[in-house]
Structure formats: structure tokens, C-alpha cells
DNA sequence: ATTATATATTCCTTGACAAGCATATTCGCC
DNA sequence: GGCGAATATGCTTGTCAAGGAATATATAAT
């Protein structure tokens, strides 16, 4: 996992936008609309976003219309999934750990 | 989704103790000395994934054996994975959504 | 009780980042 | 080509978070 999305996702507003933009894309004004935002903000975090291929954006005229891209969270999904295993693999494992340091301080 | 548990992943040197903590338990010293980091930035992180439910520690005499908690990552795969509906609705949503709104300015 | 070990907390400094505001850029339209 | 609408960028400022070093707390051992 990257640490970018993680980051670009973290904020409150940046998360708040990728929200909206699930129900279906939309234009810089309609975002920074919709959010209570300023265009210019609105604008900077669509940056960030894009940046880190969470939203991409379609130019009709002079408006940029953005959308979400699959990508990301599809790896996110994985990343978080892969940690299925983690709990299976470890039951009781707290115990076995501390059997195997007792002696050994490896 | 909640902000602070991305932001909690979002900080490298947290996400690699998470990567760490993978393998199995850890107590505060060795998840510093194999990460290269000082102790009391070991504790800080930790403290800080432990406030957003990453992770709990089981105390043993004067030391504290962090894990992984399940919860967290099952909440990130479910929001991750909620995506995928809006793929599947939104094939040629754009057409439909500059359709919408080339007449209406709503 | 004293000392040693493991961990947590505090204070300080510094760097990153978001908001606010002004301005630049891009593109359609007349 | 100039004008207006939509979006992006630059700059400044305040805030917050991370690293460093010292220190406090807890627990064990002698």
C-alpha cells in the first residue's frame, strides 16, 4: 500500500469529495458547491486527488468534469482483505510468541 | 469511512509497523530496533495507531506486545469494496450525466 | 530499597499542509 | 480580438504533526 492515498484520502474534505463524486461525476463548481467549499480549494484538493489517481477528470468546454478511478480502491480493498489472513493464521499466536522469547533472545 | 484510522496509516513509519506487525506481535523495542527507529517514536506511533483501533497491546511484565486489531481493516476493505458498485452502475454514466445537464443548469 | 529494564510522556523545534485571497490560464462566445 | 465563465496556480499565514532529546512511569530483580 502506498502511503499517497492513504494521505490524499485522510482528509476530511478530500474524502468528502470522493462521497459525492460516487454518486456520479461532477464539475469543479458543483463540488465546490455541494461541499461548502471554495473553488480555488476545491480545485487544490481535486488536485491531490488526481495526483494520486483516485479522480481523474474529462474536459467538456471549460469545465473539468471528475470522476472516480477504480484503481485505487480496488487496492486498497486487496491491501485491507490481505489481512484476512493474518487473523487466521494467528490464533493463539500471542501465546506461542511468548513461549518461543522466554529462553531465546534472539 | 473515518478519517483518523487513513490517517493513522497514512504516516510511513506507522504503515511499516503495520506491515510489521503483520508477521506476528511485537514488543515496543523490537518493532523500533528492526525499523530503525527511537524508542519514544516507537511509542508515539503507536500510541497514535492504538487510539484509532489498529492496534492493542497485552502487557507482560514491563513489556507491551502489540498486534493487529481485525476491525479496522475490515471496515477499509467494506468501504473499499463498496466501490465497486459504482462501476457497475456508471457504465457511460458520463454521456448520460452531460445529457442530463446540457440543457437544465440546475 | 535500590537499581536496571521497558515503555510512555513532555517540551521544543521544524516542516508540511490547508485555508484565504488574489491572480493567472483556458476556452467559448459575441 | 476582446469579454466572460470555469478552473488552476501563487503567495501568505496559521495550525498541526513528526522527530529529537530528556525525563517520567512502571515493573522486575537483587
Same mark, same amino acid.
Given at each position: 500500500?502506498? !502511503?499517497?492515498? =492513504?494521505?490524499? @484520502?485522510?482528509?476530511?474534505?478530500?474524502?468528502?469529495?470522493?462521497? @459525492?463524486?460516487?454518486?456520479?461525476?461532477? !464539475?469543479?463548481?458543483?463540488?465546490?458547491?455541494?461541499?461548502? $467549499?471554495?473553488?480555488?480549494?476545491?480545485?487544490?484538493?481535486?488536485?491531490? $486527488? +488526481?495526483? +494520486?489517481?483516485?479522480?481523474?477528470?474529462?474536459?467538456?468546454?471549460?469545465?473539468?468534469?471528475?470522476?472516480?478511478?477504480?484503481?485505487?480502491?480496488?487496492?486498497?480493498?486487496?491491501?485491507?482483505?490481505?489481512?484476512?489472513?493474518?487473523?487466521?493464521?494467528?490464533?493463539?499466536? =500471542?501465546? +506461542?510468541? $511468548?513461549? !518461543?522469547?522466554? !529462553?531465546?533472545?534472539?
Amino acid at each position: 500500500m502506498d !502511503t499517497q492515498t =492513504l494521505a490524499a @484520502l485522510a482528509e476530511p474534505n478530500r474524502l468528502r469529495i470522493v462521497e @459525492l463524486l460516487r454518486a456520479h461525476p461532477y !464539475t469543479v463548481n458543483e463540488i465546490a458547491a455541494r461541499l461548502g $467549499l471554495r473553488q480555488p480549494q476545491a480545485s487544490k484538493h481535486l488536485r491531490i $486527488l +488526481s495526483d +494520486s489517481g483516485i479522480v481523474d477528470a474529462v474536459a467538456v468546454a471549460q469545465q473539468r468534469i471528475y470522476h472516480l478511478e477504480p484503481k485505487p480502491f480496488a487496492e486498497l480493498g486487496d491491501w485491507a482483505g490481505s489481512f484476512e489472513a493474518v487473523w487466521n493464521a494467528r490464533l493463539g499466536n =500471542l501465546d +506461542s510468541y $511468548l513461549q !518461543t522469547n522466554k !529462553t531465546s533472545k534472539e
